[in-house]
């Protein structure tokens, strides 16, 4: 034990130093991996949004899978490790492979699925018996042509890095510049070609950008991998905004945390690779939006779930009470446990914790006899109750269900109703005083209601 105390420290300290290191960027290239990547994180994340509003998520994966053919053709033709020969090899193979997708759910009964499933599979296989047969060859630099299957950033030179930073400016420039024309594309197609808009020279240039994307990332983050840089940034941004060019920020923000993330760890640890620590670090960034994002995080919705359970028994507690009140032929204003559950059926242990938030609210008091309603109770039950009544009367007369039918319907409408819907509703009943089973509607109060109106 004393041993492992002694060697901690000195591990602690040296992972402290490397951090420091990296940050200072003593190897400058580290320095040039790390903008490669966040240029990468950031443009692969904002093209990639366009393929997911579009219903195409897997596009990029098939494109990825359908460059490796053209490297390696490239290398066989040209012998050579020149990015910018592999950069428009990849190009040119993986607009073949779009072709295809494009092409036989157009020409043919293959589902667009299908075709993006044969193309895939056709061209990654193609792929790896051209790198099993350069493998078998007699010539130079060969070795490292592999790591395009997993990405390996070490392996990059500044060329690659240089051409990686070029291409997703372009593409980065490229969507701010033409961004009204690709949003209006990627939500309504038919909408666009009715404005005049050259919907077809768009989507090529879409398919261009998602082309160079896939393409310039693949020795970095590799084959397998490329997808997840595409549409992982996105799918957690969903959770945060509606707003498109908000989602486009914080996706590329997210496209460059993880690319930050992951190459540090890659320089912490050299055995660990970048790419796929990229998507794992986004994964993890993915999970963090799907639980806490504060629009439409998993914990969010279930705590807006809770209080709308919550809500919705103590005003149904409330409404009884009311009708209660109603039937009561003595001046009676105080009800007990049995009472309610004699008109509402519920359990005694809910029903408990029910009452005991309604006094907490100050909408009920408790009495000897066992509660009743404060004026502000009252004043929120007979709202309850008016427009649970007006809207039976509703489906009564304009959805022709029978009085029998409307009562359930009318349950669950009345915890949502605002006070503009409120008063259309009176109107469109030519203001109706009861409803269908004969019950007097209650009259608007004089007051101000929960939902911020008067009436």
Not at 1 to 15: G, K, T, Y
Not at 166 to 183: A, D, M, N
Not at 271 to 294: D, E, K, Y
Not at 379 to 391: D, I
Request: glycine share 6%; hydrophobic share 50%; aromatic share 10%.
């Amino acid at each position: 034990m004393e041993a492992f105390n002694l060697i901690q420290p000195a591990s602690e300290s040296a992972i402290w130093d490397n951090l420091l290191a990296f940050w200072r960027f003593e190897d400058m290239n580290v320095l040039w991996v790390l903008i490669g990547s966040i240029l990468l994180g950031m443009s692969a994340s904002v093209i990639g949004a366009f393929a997911f509003l579009r219903k195409r998520s897997l596009i990029g994966d098939a494109l990825a899978h359908s460059a490796l053919p053209g490297v390696m053709m490239a290398f066989l033709l040209f012998q050579t490790r020149d990015p910018l020969i592999m950069f428009l090899g990849a190009m040119t193979s993986s607009f073949i492979g779009f072709f295809l997708i494009d092409w036989l759910p157009k020409n043919t009964k293959i589902k667009p699925d299908a075709a993006l499933a044969i193309t895939l599979s056709f061209f990654f296989a193609l792929g790896l018996m051209l790198l099993s047969y350069i493998q078998g060859l007699n010539i130079e630099n060969k070795s490292g042509l592999d790591k395009i299957l997993f990405g390996q950033a070490a392996a990059m030179t500044q060329d690659d890095i240089r051409l990686l930073g070029y291409v997703s400016v372009i593409i980065l420039f490229t969507v701010g510049l033409f961004f009204q024309k690709l949003r209006l594309i990627a939500f309504n197609r038919g909408y666009a070609q009715t404005l005049g808009v050259s919907v077809k020279f768009y989507e090529l240039l879409l398919a261009l950008l998602i082309v160079m994307s896939v393409v310039v990332g693949l020795q970095l983050v590799g084959v397998v991998l490329m997808a997840a840089v595409l549409l992982t940034p996105i799918a957690a941004a969903r959770f945060w905004s509606n707003e498109l060019s908000h989602i486009l920020i914080l996706s590329s923000v997210l496209g460059a945390l993880s690319a930050i993330i992951s190459t540090q760890i890659s320089y912490l640890a050299p055995a660990m690779p970048t790419g796929p620590w990229m998507v794992v670090s986004l994964s993890i960034l993915f999970l963090l939006s799907l639980l806490f994002a504060p629009k439409k995080g998993l914990i969010k919705r279930y705590l807006e779930h809770k209080l709308l359970r919550q809500k919705v028994a103590e005003e149904n507690i409330l409404r009884t009470l009311y009708k209660l009140l109603e039937r009561n032929q003595i001046d009676q204003k105080d009800f007990n446990q049995a009472d309610i559950q004699s008109l509402r059926s519920v359990a005694t242990e809910h029903l408990q914790k029910t009452l005991k938030h309604l006094c907490k609210k100050q909408l009920i008091e408790s009495s000897a006899r066992g509660f009743r309603m404060t004026e502000k109770g009252f004043e929120l039950a007979s709202l309850l109750t008016r427009r649970h009544r007006l809207w039976e009367n509703y489906l009564n007369e304009h959805a022709e269900l029978t009085p029998e039918q409307v009562h359930k319907q009318a349950e669950r409408i009345e915890h949502i109703l605002t006070e503009s819907q409120e008063q259309q509703l009176q109107e469109e009943l030519g203001n109706a005083n009861f409803d269908p089973h004969g019950n007097q509607i209650p009259n608007q109060l004089k007051t101000q209601h929960r939902d911020g109106g008067k009436t």
